[in-house]
Structure formats: structure tokens, C-alpha cells
């Protein structure tokens, strides 16, 4: 139990669905963000939020749609996604600012992550 | 941030010392080396970090020379649970938004029994 909770673990869909990916930490971070990881093929960063504010979107395809309400939570909205877009997405949050070793050692803790098919 | 170069694949059996040797020449002066172990379908796990000479916990060991271009995880007497992809990254110390944390492709280390 890292204190993230990804939801939902698994989900299957077609490209014409929209759904939507959860994350919530209970570790009072103020940094959180969205990887993604294709079968064996390095952790991808897809986006980083810090304080609520988005940081970073490295380079993501408009299909996928983040949302950060408050600084514990963060979605991932998912529309007209494409068989390749099948993979594992992990959530990871911080309390130093992204990248960064500040007050801690700049720890990334990680969810258990959603296991997302296209069909 | 300094690119970070380590092995993708390394063999060991149950009970032997494994050092995983990662290079980042380009490391800077305010720069930290941490170490990660994914297992698969879960999301990567912290190890260890540290910034000069030699740090221990009650995982494993990193070793930092003094030029700190590189630096060696050691799993000490490994055993089939530590089958793992492990990485290596580097993290700039202070409070500023400019940090990446980017995962390279990691050390798969696969123990045999």
C-alpha cells in the first residue's frame, strides 16, 4: 500500500468509448502525475501536475485528456483511443516539486496502476 | 538533467551479490542518484538515493566514486523475488519546477534458482 489508489485496475474498451481513469493519493503530495507503459517499453511520462496546475505534457495526444480537481486528485480522460494506446497507466505522486529532492528525497510513489485494452 | 546509462539485462542465482552499474557523466554538482525496482503490472518502488561515497539500507547498498559519473547498486545474496526491472535516475536538488523524472529502459535483472 504506497497511499495511491488508481481505479478503476482494469478496463476494456472500444475507440468509440470515452471512460475515464481515477487517481487519488492520501499522502498530502502536491505533485502528481500520469506515466504511461507499453509492454517492455520504458516508463513513458505523459503529464505532471504540481500544486494543481499542469507542468508538463510531453507531447500527448489531445485523446487523452487530464484533469487535476484539487492537489489529491487526478483523472485521465480517455476518448477515440486506438488499439496502440493499450497499456499499463500509472499514477505517482511526490512531495517535492517534480524532479526535484527539496524536503524529502524527491520520491515518487507510485499506484498499482490501470491496466487499459482498446479493442 | 544527466542521462543516465546502465545495462538492460543481467543474470544472477539465489544467494550471489549483484551490482548493477549505472553511468551519468553529465551529472551536476546539486544533482541526487536514486535507484527504482518495478516488478511487473506494478508501478516502480523507490530503493535507495544518495549523493557521494557510500549509502546502505535494508535493501541494498549504492556506491558513488568520488568523480560521481556513475554509480553501482548492490543487492546482496539476491533471491528469486528480487527478478525485477531496476532504474537508475538522476534528481536535481532544490525547490524549482524544472525537474524530469524520466525512466530509462532499467537494468532487467532476472535471478535464477
Known amino acids: 500500500e504506497t497511499g495511491v489508489t488508481q481505479t478503476p485496475r482494469h478496463l476494456v474498451m472500444g475507440m468509440t468509448n470515452k471512460k475515464s481513469l481515477k487517481c487519488e493519493q492520501h499522502?498530502?503530495?502536491?505533485?502528481m502525475y500520469w506515466y504511461k507503459q507499453s509492454a517492455k517499453k520504458p516508463l513513458e511520462l505523459m503529464f505532471v501536475?504540481?500544486?494543481?496546475?499542469?507542468?508538463e505534457n510531453n507531447s500527448v495526444p489531445s485523446r487523452f485528456s487530464p484533469e487535476c480537481p484539487n492537489s489529491s486528485h487526478l483523472f485521465l480522460h480517455l476518448h477515440t483511443l486506438q488499439p496502440e494506446d493499450s497499456a499499463l497507466y500509472l499514477c505517482?505522486?511526490?512531495?517535492?516539486?517534480?524532479?526535484?529532492?527539496?524536503?524529502?528525497?524527491?520520491?515518487?510513489?507510485f499506484g498499482e496502476g490501470s491496466r487499459l485494452t482498446v479493442l | 538533467l544527466a542521462k543516465t546509462t546502465q545495462p538492460i539485462s543481467m543474470d544472477s542465482y539465489e544467494g550471489q551479490e549483484v551490482n548493477i552499474t549505472c553511468s551519468h557523466n553529465?551529472?551536476?554538482?546539486?544533482?541526487?542518484i536514486t535507484w527504482y525496482q518495478q516488478f511487473p503490472s506494478q508501478g516502480p518502488r523507490f530503493i535507495i538515493q544518495?549523493?557521494?561515497t557510500k549509502v546502505t539500507n535494508e535493501v541494498a547498498s549504492l556506491f558513488i566514486p568520488a568523480d560521481r559519473k556513475s554509480s553501482t547498486l548492490s543487492l546482496p545474496r539476491v533471491s528469486l523475488s528480487d527478478t525485477a526491472v531496476y532504474y537508475c535516475?538522476?534528481?536535481?536538488?532544490?525547490?524549482?519546477?524544472?525537474?524530469?523524472?524520466?525512466f530509462g529502459q532499467g537494468t532487467t535483472l532476472q535471478v535464477k534458482p
Open positions: 501536475y504540481n500544486f494543481k496546475e499542469q507542468t
Open positions: 535516475l538522476v534528481v536535481r536538488s532544490g525547490s524549482s519546477n524544472t525537474g524530469k523524472l524520466i
Open positions: 553529465n551529472i551536476a554538482t546539486n544533482d541526487y
Open positions: 505517482a505522486s511526490s512531495q517535492d516539486p517534480p524532479g526535484t529532492v527539496f524536503r524529502g528525497t524527491g520520491e515518487l510513489f
Open positions: 544518495g549523493y557521494k
Open positions: 499522502l498530502g503530495h502536491n505533485a
